[in-house]
């Protein structure tokens, strides 16, 4: 009797909710706290309009608090009623909430847990639970925080992608920029995909508030932003127009080094880092190395410094100042008949709407490019994703700053 009373008020129960009875098994380190519902009435839990109780559902499982060293489960027999609404339908618990298969104790335990841990598995494995349980657990505390959203103003967004796993699996990803949180995650990186993605994590209103989208040049993006975001302007951020410049000075050094290679000058070969590294990262060996490649005035060392002087365009402080900037870089260029960065110039040519709105608005990709990171540690320590839905999931749960945890009663 004292073992039911005690467990009745660690639980916080009250009538008509009862401990029936307390098993304890020592051989499975397990407590089975056996609950009883004593009344002939309850409520829908749809219109929470009283009725006589219809009948009692099989006897239910839940994983609670460890007591002591045990693991302790809560079982019991919930009632339903015969709702002339809704038909049969079981009435709620005070421990749980509706299809889980955790008390709300323990969801929140494992909630707080994993955030800490920022670990799947020692996070199972420290709770003693299955990884599905523990999924099951992730799975819904994200549908609960994206349910508790609400319609924030939200001014800039980004869009960008993500690899999943190998084999050009990818996912997109739509940011916050402001609030440096995840809005949502879509599989594959296609325009369908992109504006399914734009239209699950936005509102129409928020749409329409929208001033400005930070993204690559990547064609689906987009076209997804032209059909879904019309009126919010699209941004070409620094940090992808870098990498394509870079990818200019890479494509020169490789087609210089192997003209030079055949006359047996090996100057270039295994310099590639020399040039996509900032010289202030360099070791001391790297930076003798690249200032001795410079004195020679290869056709990738100015490859190389007209990508440097081209960071002076991020610079300029208004419109006229960019375009007449880049004009003159593009006739530096021109000069001196560098045709791989002469390629990449034609592309920002073509995208320089997105490139001048750059200056307008000062934003860029630097938030989804450090959640990209951040997502990069949770596929990492997850040791990577097969199912999509699982990827998201994390995703949502570490980076959507949301609202998680359950209420702590019903």
């Known amino acids: ?106 969801e929140r335990f494992a909630i707080g847990l994993l955030l800490a841990s920022k670990n799947q598995s020692k996070t199972a494995q420290f709770l003693r639970i299955s990884f599905d ?26 869009i960008d992608e993500k690899s999943m796993k190998r084999g050009h699996t990818y996912v997109s990803v739509l940011s916050d920029s402001e609030r440096r949180r995840v809005i949502d995650v879509s599989e594959g990186r296609t325009t369908s995909s992109a504006s399914s993605l734009i239209n699950k994590g936005l509102t129409e209103k928020q749409k329409e508030g929208l001033k400005a989208v930070s993204m690559d040049m990547w064609k689906a993006f987009i076209k997804a932003v032209q059909k879904e975001l019309p009126n919010a302007s699209k941004v070409h951020d620094k940090f992808h127009i870098m990498k394509y410049l870079n990818d200019g000075v890479d494509k020169t050094r490789r087609e210089e080094a192997r003209k030079l290679q055949k006359s047996n000058d ?57 375009k007449f900037f880049f004009a003159e870089w593009y006739q530096d260029i021109k000069g001196r008949s560098l045709n791989k960065m002469i390629k990449v110039a034609k592309m920002l040519i073509a995208h320089s709407d997105g490139l001048l709105n750059y200056i307008r608005y000062q934003i860029d990709n630097s938030v989804a490019e450090w959640l990209n990171g951040k997502i990069q540690e949770i596929k990492t320590v997850g040791r990577g994703f097969r199912k999509f839905e699982n990827f998201r999931i994390a995703i949502l749960f570490f980076l959507g700053k949301l609202d998680l945890f359950p209420q702590e009663s019903q």
């Open 1 to 106: 009797m004292k073992d039911k009373e005690l467990f009745k008020q660690i639980l916080g129960l009250s009538h008509p909710w009862e401990v029936s009875k307390v098993d304890l098994d020592i051989a499975n380190e397990e407590v089975e706290i056996e609950i009883i519902y004593k009344s002939k009435k309850g409520f829908c839990p749809e219109c929470e309009v009283e009725y006589d109780i219809y009948d009692h559902r099989e006897k239910r499982r839940w994983r609670h608090l460890d007591t002591c060293q045990m693991k302790t489960y809560i079982v019991c027999k919930v009632p339903r009623i015969k709702c002339k609404e809704h038909g049969v339908k079981t009435i709620k618990v005070p421990w749980a909430e509706k299809s889980s298969r955790t008390t709300l104790l323990f």
């Open 133 to 158: 349980m523990l999924h099951h657990i992730m799975s819904k505390a994200v549908e609960r925080g994206l349910s508790r959203r609400t319609e924030e103003d939200i001014k800039y967004i980004g």
């Open 266 to 322: 090996k100057t270039l070969v295994k310099s590639k880092y020399l040039f996509l590294k900032n010289p202030e990262n360099m070791t001391d060996k790297q930076l003798s190395r690249f200032r001795k490649i410079q004195e020679l005035n290869l056709i990738t060392s100015q490859a190389w410094a007209a990508k440097e002087n081209f960071k002076e365009f991020f610079r300029s402080e208004t419109i006229n100042d960019a």
